[in-house]
């Protein structure tokens, strides 16, 4: 227990970005080999444009980083936030903290961006790909970046988590983010039993459907639990989806990095409204 709060709470950049592209590099090798979805598509033109989104992402939290660890550090120096006061051992913790975390930073942070006419006008940009896949993960407007980060450090306020939390939470919720955007094609047995703890990608593909009220479903990041509480679950036959956004279906538009950065800053485009739920 002692290694792993010693090592996540002074964890070097250097591994922190490994996770990251590894975790990255790891999903696209796997679903190459395994994919679900056989796009017809240019693979590295894909990639390049969702790598861009991804340095913008980490440029915006390094540049911020001083927020975020001055404020774990404030909560734990004062004893403030629910961990503190629950006054749990270790194990409890651990388990409580990450929960807590995922819910407010991730799934709670992420069904705001979809109720928020003007946070939405940034979310477009992640809901924009045609062909998601690992990358998918990481591709977020830097306005969204800004946001997910205060989401991020209110979370830390309200939890109380130290440090060591707050990083073994970021580097969870990448990894994980990862998983269930990849275009892996588990089998269904496993990908169901994975369901009863963790987003899997069969469970987020519903999600990046084109359309609502599909896209207002299964929120969550790393935690299953979240959507099921909330009656925000669905499950449906995934080799009918249809990925994208009902808004923003001209392929050019979704893959220009100039037209998705000026998105937000666009007139706002009204959903489609359709008399009654496709036969997913």
């Known amino acids: 227990m002692d290694t792993l709060v010693e090592y996540f709470s002074n964890i070097p950049s250097s591994h922190r970005t490994i996770i990251l592209f590894g975790g990255l590099s790891f999903f696209l090798i796997l679903e190459t080999g395994l994919p679900f979805f056989k796009f017809k598509y240019s693979r590295w033109k894909h990639l390049a444009l969702n790598l861009f989104f991804t340095f913008t992402t980490i440029l915006v939290n390094f540049i911020l980083a001083f927020v975020l660890l001055r404020t774990s550090f404030w909560v734990e120096a ?19 903290g990450l929960l807590l975390m995922d819910f407010l930073s991730a799934w709670f942070a992420h069904w705001t961006f979809h109720q928020v006419k003007w946070m939405w006008q940034f979310h477009i940009i992640h809901h924009s790909d045609m062909e998601v896949d690992a990358s998918t993960a990481n591709r977020h407007h830097p306005g969204e970046s ?78 299953s639990f979240w959507d099921r509480l909330l009656g925000t679950m669905i499950k449906v036959d995934n080799n009918k989806l249809i990925y994208g956004l009902d808004t923003h279906m001209n392929k050019p538009e979704a893959s220009s990095i100039k037209n998705l950065l000026k998105i937000p800053f666009a007139p706002y485009r009204s959903r489609i409204e359709y008399e009654k739920e496709e036969d997913l």
Not at 155 to 176: C, T
Not at 177 to 189: I, T
Not at 191 to 215: E, F, G, K, W
Request: hydrophobic share 50%.
């Open 78 to 96: 004062n004893g403030f936030g629910l961990l503190s006061w629950m006054e749990l051992s270790f194990v409890p913790q651990l388990i409580v």
């Open 146 to 223: 800004i946001l997910r980060f205060v989401f991020t450090v209110g979370a830390i306020l309200i939890v109380g988590a130290p440090i060591w939390l707050v990083m073994l939470y970021q580097a969870a919720s990448a990894f994980l983010s990862q998983f269930n955007h990849s275009n892996v094609n588990l089998p269904l047995w496993l990908d169901n039993a994975l369901m009863l703890i963790i987003c899997t990608p069969h469970m987020h593909r519903v999600h990046h459907h084109y359309r609502q009220p599909y896209s207002d479903k299964n929120y969550g990041n790393i935690f």
